[in-house]
């Protein structure tokens, strides 16, 4: 994934994201109905998987485009639009239990889950590009850290002290031990590209410049810290929701499209959830502290 997404982060245009997020939303969403069905005894029909991948790519690319219009300065009004959105997918899949006889509420609420988890995960990330295109390769390096180094010190500490672990029951391999230290490290790397940030991706500002108006350089620093901080414990929740739903559904990877690495949700189950709350912390500020 860091392979493939610093490159694009810096050389692709937004557009290419857009198309992008939305053909890996199809494909989590592929995955994860493929787990869920691996557990139930009536799979779910045909004409129920064509309105989740087809409800998962309207409200992708609905999100996606709205978003890209509104940065354009063009008058939408991104909130009716994202009620719209999900109405649209409550409707449709409400009419769904009540007419498609192999979909019950358990299956209904399955997909509702597919839906809103990769279609608005996946639509986060193109979005969070258009704040700052040197976002994406932030929040890959905020994951990266705080993965490798909390599975290098929970397999080093974890196993010597006392083995703690944050949820057995979601992954046995992690540690608190093994949290904590990824937290600190993804704090402080993210934290210095961050503040950096302005020499590495921009011609002149601030990383808050297209967010919100801080002019305060101590503020801003404490800021990106605290920030960087809650998206490294943000995209370790995301690690262990990913875990706890391949465990509960006896799976150990979601698919095999990377080799040695798992499927789509294996490798972005963190940075769906690192953008997600990056945007709704930037939508707080555009409010505190308007340009």
């Not at 992708?60 to 109405?87: C, P, R, T, V």
Request: glycine share 8%; aromatic share 14%; net charge neutral.
């Amino acid at each position: 994934m860091g392979l493939v997404g610093i490159p694009l982060a810096i050389f692709a245009p937004v557009e290419v994201f857009i198309g992008l997020a939305a053909l890996l939303a199809l494909i989590a969403a592929y995955e994860i109905i493929h787990m869920f069905e691996s557990k139930m005894e009536n799979k779910i029909s045909f004409i129920g998987k064509v309105t989740v991948f087809s409800l998962t790519a309207l409200v992708n690319l609905i999100l996606s485009l709205s978003w890209y219009f509104y940065h354009k300065e063009m008058e939408i009004n991104f909130g009716i639009i994202l009620s719209i959105a999900l109405f649209m997918q409550l409707f449709v899949i409400g009419l769904l239990i009540l007419f498609d006889k192999t979909i019950d509420s358990n299956t209904g609420s399955k997909m509702l889950l597919v839906v809103n988890y990769v279609g608005i995960g996946f639509a986060s990330v193109p979005i969070l590009m258009m704040y700052g295109r040197g976002l994406l390769f932030y929040i890959l390096v905020v994951a990266a850290f705080t993965d490798m180094f909390a599975y290098f010190f929970g397999i080093a500490l974890g196993t010597k002290i006392i083995k703690r672990r944050p949820a057995p029951v979601v992954s046995p391999k992690k540690s608190f031990e093994g949290c904590i230290f990824g937290t600190i490290f993804g704090t402080v790397f993210g934290s210095l590209l961050f503040i950096f940030y302005n020499e590495l991706f921009t011609d002149g500002g601030t990383l808050f410049k297209n967010v919100c108006l801080i002019d305060n350089k101590g503020l801003e620093i404490t800021l990106i810290i605290i920030l960087t901080l809650l998206a490294s414990i943000t995209g370790q929740i995301g690690d262990l929701v990913a875990s706890k739903l391949k465990r509960d559904n006896d799976i150990k990877d979601y698919g095999k499209i990377f080799p040695g690495h798992g499927g789509v949700m294996d490798r972005f189950d963190s940075t769906i959830f690192i953008s997600v709350f990056l945007i709704i912390v930037f939508l707080f500020l555009q409010l505190l502290l308007p340009l």
